[in-house]
Every structure is written in C-alpha cells, then in structure tokens.
C-alpha cells in the first residue's frame, strides 16, 4: 500500500508525486518486467534476437505467439509486455520505414527509426486520457555498415546496448551477459550465448517450439527469422 500522502498521485498520467515521479509510467514498467524474457547481441556479424514465447497451453498453436517482427529489410524488433502495445508500434515503426524510403529513396537508419517510436511513446506520458505502452522493444538493425541494438522502454528513454534483456528474466540474463559477452563472436556464438542467457532466465525449462530467433546481417544487410530446424539445431548443441 501506497503512504497516505501519496495516494491519488497514480489516478493521472499527467500528475508527478511529491517525490518527482510519475506512477503510471511506473506501472507500465511493471507490465514490461511481467512480459516474456526477449535477448539482444551484437556480434561481429550482425545482431541476434532472441525470445521464449512461453506456450502455456498444449492446446495453443505456438506460431500464432509472435514476439519478433520484421519492420524492414535490415531492421527487426523483439518486444516484451503486452503484445497489442507492441504491434500498434510495430505498425508505426513500418509506416515510418516506408515514409523514408518514399521521401527519401533509401532505408531508415536504425537510430533514426529508434528515436521516432520514442518520441511518439514519450508523448503518451504527457498528456491526459490516453496511457503509456505497456511494452518494451529491442530494435536491431544495420545502418551504413554496423550492427546496431536499441532498448527502448514506456517512458521513451531509448538506450543503445552491446547486449541487453527485457522482460521477467532480464536480471539473470544480463549476469550472464556480464561475465560472457564477447564482441568478436559470430552468429554461433552469439546465439548459444543468447540461448544460455535465456536457459537461466527460465530456469532450464527450454522448450524448442517456445524460442524464436531472429538475425541481421551485416554482410547482406537483411534481417530474417530462423526457421524451426535451425533453432532446434542451435538448441541441441546448447543442450549437449
């Protein structure tokens, strides 16, 4: 329970508390932390995006969970919290890519596209009758030649990582990014790494059809999913 003095300061998005802090945009960092665990790597090949899609039925279909997203050619985006925020983002992030290609006849940079979404998510934690993104997005892309990893969360702030995570697991993956994280590894060993941050944020329970993978090359510039067979490959050489 909140100290009498301060209750009523969480009704209004738009009302700081007497200690300078905005409630609201606390409590979509809540959802945020509540999501299921996305990792982010640079490497010397590319970025590599991982998430664990968390099946919680047999009777779910896994495939229909999307937490990876192509936005363009080179940029790929992993998300955590409430999906339906993610995807309302998703689609701006892809109109704002299209803008740019129409305006300006080549790709978005990465960084440029980054700071577009928060700006538009900054803007929902200043006015009235409308709550902020319950979402956090890991953008990954290639801009003029180098690998790029944006973390971006519901107050706007957009920080640049090597290596990050979001999510429930985000603690224990970022430890084991503290104490392995290489920047000279390539796709293979950016990925079993990835996939070991996210064996621990899970506490072993690895499921393969619960884990999608997502990539950007700096060699062709392109950014894909994996299919199945590849990440039950990566997963068996984890698991040996």
């Known amino acids: 329970m909140q100290p009498q003095y301060q209750m009523g300061y969480d009704r209004a998005i738009t009302v700081f508390s007497p200690d300078g802090r905005l409630y609201q945009v606390e409590y979509a960092r809540e959802a945020v932390k509540r999501g299921t665990t996305a990792v982010g790597l640079k490497c010397s090949e590319g970025v ?3 998430v664990d899609k968390r099946v919680t039925s047999r ?16 940029i790929g985006v992993a998300s955590s919290g409430l999906v339906g925020d993610a995807r309302a983002l998703v689609d701006r992030a892809r109109v704002e890519s299209q803008i740019n290609r129409v305006s300006y006849n080549e790709p978005i940079n990465v960084e440029i596209l980054a700071k577009k979404l928060c700006d538009h998510m900054q803007t929902y934690t200043q006015f009235g009758g409308a709550r902020p993104y319950g979402t956090a997005l890991l953008i990954a892309g290639v801009s003029d030649g180098e690998a790029r990893l944006f973390e971006t969360d519901p107050s706007g702030t957009l920080l640049e990582y090597k290596a990050t995570g979001i999510g429930t697991g985000r603690p224990a993956v970022m430890k084991v990014f503290e104490e392995e994280y290489q920047e000279e590894a390539d796709f293979t060993g950016a990925i ?29 510039g392109e ?10 490959v990566y997963i068996d050489q984890y698991e040996e």
């Open 223 to 232: 950014f894909r999913k994996l299919e199945k067979d590849e990440v039950k």
């Open 192 to 220: 079993k790494l990835g996939i070991k941050a996210l064996h621990a944020a899970t506490e072993g329970k690895l499921d393969v059809s619960a884990i999608e993978i997502g990539v950007v090359s700096i060699k062709d």
């Open 48 to 50: 590599v995006l991982i």
């Open 59 to 74: 009777l779910l279909e896994p495939v229909s969970i999307e937490k990876i997203f192509k936005i363009d050619m080179h």
